[in-house]
């Protein structure tokens, strides 16, 4: 038998041949009633909602602002209850937009400076959870926490300065705000059991993402030290 001589003609030819019996054979090998494991699912969720509503930057601001812009209110120019311990006050002007796609945005607006952020860590965290990842900068601190269960935790703080966005879903199954020691946490609940939960405190804004926490343990991860 004489050898074949390829050539660009006959790849033209038999490649989509060849292209459609190895797709035939993959098809005929899919398991098409497969179902991926809890522990996958929880990390994927997690995975789309951070990459989807968390912590954005400037230019992501401006073209949300362009997609189809709903409404823009003036949420509150609110004052955070301190301890009695004479701690410093922090004032923030903050500007809420409702943008497509079920989301909103957050902007500050505050003539406060500062050159760099103090940093704060959960002051608790459940049994079993370990630092999976740690990333800080002079403007923000990123930690991740993993169980053997594959459930995790997000902790996340961003130091607060004039036209600073961040941007969150609204399509949560309820929501509950409460005071934990002079801080006011928002906690948004999802019925599959994720949560994520929203903080300003003196310098700087909190989002915390839970594959399984109660509202109270999210709120026990905020009772930090207050500091002046």
Known sequence: MEPIQVTDEWLYRYMPVVDQALIQALEGRTDYGYRFSRKFEQKMKAMIWKESHLWTKAAYRHLKRTATLLCCVIVSAFLLSMSAEGNRIKFFETVQRFLAGNSVERTFMTDETHD????REPAWLPDGYREIERHTSEIGLLLNYENGSGEMITWK??????STAVVMDTEYDSQDTREVDGKHVTVCSYSDGFRYAYCEYQEAFYLVTADCLTVDEICQMFRFPETE
């Open 116 to 119: 760099s952020l103090q940093f």
């Open 157 to 162: 703080q961003s130091l607060v300065a004039d």
